[in-house]
């Protein structure tokens, strides 16, 4: 597992525990999905910029993008030849 892959885990991982602490000690409106929902009614514009920020970061990987470093030179190669 990468680092990247690592991290990601751990970051999910605690924000769920994060959640489920605070649903269990405080209800669901101080949850994290509660505040979003909040936020969202209140500024909708943020929704829009995180959707186009996730689209971007989404929806243009190419299966070149995201090989690793040995198929990318490989993929190069063939292209140059």
Do not use: Q
């Amino acid at each position: 597992m990468t680092v990247t892959a690592i991290f990601m885990l751990i970051a999910v991982l605690s924000i769920a525990i994060f959640d489920v602490f605070i649903i269990a000690k405080k209800g669901k409106y101080e949850s994290i999905s509660a505040y979003i929902i909040r936020g969202s009614k209140k500024y909708p514009l943020v929704v829009l910029l995180s959707g186009v920020l996730l689209g971007h970061l989404f929806w243009s990987m190419d299966s070149f993008d995201h090989l690793p470093k040995e198929e990318l030179i490989k993929k190069c190669n063939e292209v140059l030849k």
